[in-house]
Structure formats: C-alpha cells, structure tokens
C-alpha cells in the first residue's frame, strides 16, 4: 500500500490547518470570532471534499479529529481529549461530529501508538483493528475499511488525525 499521495495531501492539510488557526502567529483578539471561525470552518470541509474527489476510490466520510485539553484531574494534570472537528460524507455516512466530542485519548490508546510511530494506520478491513474502542465505533458506523493519517502543526506537534473510511464497499489508498 502506497501513501505518497495521502501523504503530500496530509502535508498540504496541515498547512491549510496552520494558516487558518494562525499557528505560530502572535494571537491576537480578533472583533469577530464567530465570522472568522465560520469562514475558517467552510474552507477546511470545502479542503475535505477535495481530498475525497482525488482519492482512487471515494471514501464515504473523512473526518478531522483535533486534539485539545478536556478539563483538569484533582492532581492538577490536564485531562487530554480528542473531537471531531469536521467532516464530510457520502450518503451513506453515518454522522458523528455532534456525539464524538471530548473523547479522552486514552480510549484510543492503542491507535494512536500506530499513529506516533508511523505517521499512517490503515485497516483495508476493520477485523484486522485491534483497539476494541476504534472497532466498536466503526461497527456502529458500519465501516468496512479505515484509515487515519497524523496532523502536525508547523513544530511538528502531533495536533490531530484525518480518517478516511469506506463503509458501503471496502476501500483502499
């Protein structure tokens, strides 16, 4: 399985991620948040439809998962949780944006090692997965094939995960 082409798509995603949120940038207040994070919001599913179009095989949902804070443990440790950020789909996309939110990272333990070591995980058939999490969720979402590339921002911090799944046949990269 090759991923060049996932590849030089995930690096250009991440630029696009970048740019948007102004990594990297001094933050400065903006006047209109809203405004601007809906613009934000329609340039990255219109980079998403994209994506989708220059696959071999239409995928049937991307989604973008970004990692954030969650909240604080009585030990004063930041809990780390991960949500859907966006996504985009066929019709046989089964939507999970509004429930999968604020998810801790621990329930995908095992994927996100993959993640860390290798840059891309891919599962042309969701039997092979083994992080009982990630499976039951494609088996919910009737997922037949799954596959998750890295997001770093600009310093190289692993900031979120782009999916790709195929769910009415299985697909491959």
Known sequence: MTFS????IV????VIV?????????????????????????????????????LRERPDKLSIWLFHNGGIFYSGKSMQKMSIF????S???VPTLQRMQNIPIMNYQSVLTDLIQN??????????????HLLHLLEFES?????????????????GI????????????
């Open 5 to 8: 082409l996932i590849e030089k």
């Open 11 to 14: 690096v250009f995603f991440t």
């Open 18 to 54: 970048n740019k948007l949120w102004g990594i990297g940038k001094n933050r400065q207040r903006k006047k209109d948040p809203i405004v601007k994070q809906v613009a934000r919001n329609e340039v990255i599913k219109s980079h998403l439809t994209d994506i989708s179009a220059l």
């Open 86 to 89: 966006a996504e985009v789909g």
């Open 91 to 93: 019709t046989y996309m």
């Open 119 to 132: 840059d891309c995980v891919g599962y042309a058939d969701i039997d092979m997965v083994s992080d009982q």
């Open 143 to 159: 997922a037949k094939s799954f596959f998750a590339f890295r997001i770093q921002d600009q310093l190289g911090r692993f900031i």
């Open 162 to 173: 782009l999916t790709i799944q195929y769910t009415h046949t299985a697909g491959t990269i």
